[in-house]
């Protein structure tokens, strides 16, 4: 069964601190997402990566194709962080566009 | 920007019924993708289309259909409505398939009594 296994599934830190969530999958990937859910539902995508590394603002995604692993890193975090982190995975394979998601790390950034 | 739209955003339906979701994506964007996410759940991906035709298929049960129209919005079409389907339902949008950033809507609520 292809997975999508995140880790950890709950972190509560202080405002100001450096943040990691991790993601890793268990076949080849055409791309990798990193999406995020505010409590009312909403789902905004926050990154998509094939290779590499990328960043937007305070937020930093890596990804290592060969140890199926990815990172999102959150620097200088504020309240306004905190939401539902997803990982999220399109599978290689003709027509496999439908995203396969990790449960999501709930992330609670105290003042 | 435009962001993708979906109406209903609420919806209440009893067993049985038959409820339609709609999902409006950004301009020029080819591609739709329905998901359903349950109370607690990550979402599950049920169908998507890309050019009006279906392109990849999920775990859309046989009492869902979907389809894009000529100006590629989408609708799902779902019968038999039973208290399990009361969920969250996504409609994302990109600009062809895989390789390109989904842009979510924000939802339709579906509460099956």
């Known amino acids: 069964k292809n997975e999508v296994e995140q880790s950890p599934q709950n972190l509560t830190a202080q405002e100001g601190e450096f943040i990691t969530i991790n993601c890793s999958y268990s076949?080849?990937?055409?791309?990798l997402h990193w999406l995020q859910q505010h409590p009312g539902g909403g789902i905004v995508s926050l990154f998509m990566l094939s290779s590499g590394k990328k960043k937007h603002g305070r937020l930093i995604a890596t990804i290592n194709i060969q140890e199926k692993h990815s990172s999102l890193h959150i620097t200088a975090s504020h309240p306004r962080d905190s939401a539902v982190y997803i990982c999220a995975v399109n599978y290689s394979g003709g027509g496999a566009d439908g995203l396969t998601f990790g449960k999501g790390t709930h992330l609670i950034i105290q003042p | 920007a435009a962001g993708v739209i979906q109406s209903p955003r609420h919806l209440i339906k009893e067993k049985r019924e038959t409820a339609t979701l709609k999902c409006y994506p950004i301009p020029r964007h080819d591609t739709v993708y329905w998901y359903q996410q349950g109370p607690g759940q990550d979402p599950q991906f049920l169908i998507s289309?890309?050019?009006?035709?279906?392109?990849d298929k999920g775990s859309i049960p046989d009492r869902f259909s979907a389809q894009q129209f000529s100006d590629y919005h989408s609708e799902l079409n779902m019968s038999s409505l039973e208290l399990g389907d009361s969920a969250l339902y996504f409609c994302?949008?990109?600009?062809?398939?895989?390789?390109?950033?989904?842009?979510f809507g924000p939802g339709t609520r579906l509460l099956v009594l």
């Open positions: 994302a949008s990109s600009y062809r398939t895989v390789q390109e950033t989904q842009y």
């Open positions: 076949v080849g990937i055409s791309a």
């Open positions: 289309f890309y050019e009006k035709m279906q392109s």
